[in-house]
């Protein structure tokens, strides 16, 4: 323990590493009882209380009711730093969310090509059949299509990439307005294929453009959307211009 650190400190320290290197718990993953964490960090049951509120303040660690404490889905993350849910303009939120995605995830596919290994190109391609298939079959598939988003991150091997893109994904499902789901499931279909063949054949430029179009798409398609809906999108379709000069390499 080094000097001026509290045993609280320490051990928040020492569960923080256990958890983002998942040297012992994945995401997602149930941690042991008070008792059993005090055990094994030789310290008391009110240290380790003390600890995982602070990883819970920290969104490493999520405690449900009734059920226990677990490592977040997403360790780190804060799954709506936008305030998505608390915003009173989320029309306009949710179309500059997706400006954000169509500059972060068009660069992310690009470094997917250049870095990515032979493993991880297949994860995408593995994802991308996978939310297929849902579709297809009528299946919920947006889970898979995170996954497919987030493989593209992870193959980009940048630390801010996979930390934001899952989190600009999530917040931009909060409060969900859902686009028209056949208009959608025909932009999914055709743009994952187009994003995955790219990577598969080291096409930088391809991967980039696929992906930015499938986003400039999924905006398009969700203005349709806000319109049909009652809703308004006023002084966000100067926005829309800017994304179509985003695309053109």
Same mark, same amino acid.
């Given at each position: ?8 400190? #320490? ?20 941690? /042991? ?8 960090? %030789? ?15 920290? #969104? ?24 998505? *849910? ?10 500059? @969310?997706?400006?954000?995605?169509? @500059? ?21 391609? +593995? ?14 598939? %947006? ?22 893109? /899952?989190?600009?994904?999530? %917040?931009? +499902? ?15 279909? +055709? ?7 790219? @990577? ?13 179009? +499938? ?16 809703? %308004? ?8 211009? *800017? ?7």
């Amino acid at each position: 323990m080094k000097q001026g650190e509290s045993l609280i400190d #320490h051990t928040v320290c020492q569960m923080t590493d256990a958890i983002l290197t998942r040297k012992v718990w994945q995401p997602g993953e149930r941690l /042991p009882n008070e008792r059993q964490l005090a055990e094994m960090y %030789s310290v008391s049951r009110n240290t380790v209380r003390e600890a995982i509120k602070v990883l819970n303040a920290n #969104h490493i660690l999520v405690t449900k009711p009734h059920s226990g404490t677990y490592v977040a889905r997403e360790p780190g993350i804060d799954m709506d730093p936008f305030g998505f *849910s608390a915003a009173t303009e989320k029309y306009k939120l949710m179309l500059d @969310l997706y400006e954000m995605r169509i @500059l972060v995830e068009g660069a992310a596919a690009r470094m997917a090509v250049q870095r990515g290994n032979e493993q991880e190109i297949e994860k995408i391609c +593995h994802w991308e059949r996978l939310c297929r298939q849902y579709i297809l079959s009528d299946e919920p598939w %947006s889970e898979a299509d995170r996954q497919f988003h987030t493989a593209i991150a992870e193959a980009s091997h940048n630390t801010a990439f996979t930390r934001i893109i /899952p989190t600009i994904h999530q %917040s931009a +499902h909060l409060g969900y307005l859902v686009i028209e789901e056949d208009r959608n499931r025909a932009n999914t279909l +055709h743009y994952h294929a187009l994003i995955a063949e790219a @990577l598969v054949k080291r096409d930088e430029i391809g991967a980039a453009l696929a992906c930015r179009h +499938h986003l400039i798409r999924a905006v398009t398609d969700l203005k349709e959307c806000i319109r049909e809906n009652g809703g %308004s999108i006023d002084g966000v379709d100067s926005a829309g211009h *800017s994304l179509s000069i985003v695309c053109e390499d």
